[in-house]
Nanobody, 125 residues
Framework: QVQLVESGGGLVQPGGSLRLSCAAS????????MGWYRQAPGKERELVAT???????NYVDSVKGRFTITRVNAHLTVYLQMNGLKPEDTTIYSC???????????????????WGKGTLVTVSS
């Protein structure tokens, strides 16, 4: 009933840029925090960036100054602009949303945290 779908991954050369998008759909009353995470093989999942409904942002140190997270609340969409990409940024990036579900009568129902399936970013020459 609630779905997150990412897009925008691909292959880029070192120093290049990509823009990831994540669109939420379904029975959603409101979305609190949205974020991007990444997980390389054999490593723990890492928070990349988050953004609250009031547009407060947070970044992992390794991407500060290179990545920018934004969102359009009316479109239930979050973006991750990635500039100055490095080979170590190569991995699958997943979208996350902390939201309140909506009942059939339009009222708030219950909180949930949901994930997208991920999109692969490869940085290589």
């Amino acid at each position: 009933q609630v779905q997150l779908v990412e897009s925008g991954g691909g292959l880029v050369q070192p120093g290049g840029s990509l823009r990831l998008s994540c669109a939420a759909s379904g029975s959603i009353f409101s979305i609190n925090t949205m974020g991007w995470y990444r997980q390389a093989p054999g490593k723990e999942r890492e928070l990349v960036a988050t953004i609250t409904s009031s547009m407060r942002t947070n970044y992992v140190d390794s991407v500060k100054g290179r990545f920018t997270i934004t969102r359009v609340n009316a479109h239930l969409t979050v973006y991750l602009q990635m500039n100055g990409l490095k080979p170590e940024d190569t991995t699958i990036y997943s979208c996350n949303a902390d939201l309140i579900r909506r009942r059939a009568d339009g009222m708030a129902y219950s909180p949930m945290v949901t994930w997208g399936k991920g999109t692969l970013v490869t940085v290589s020459s």
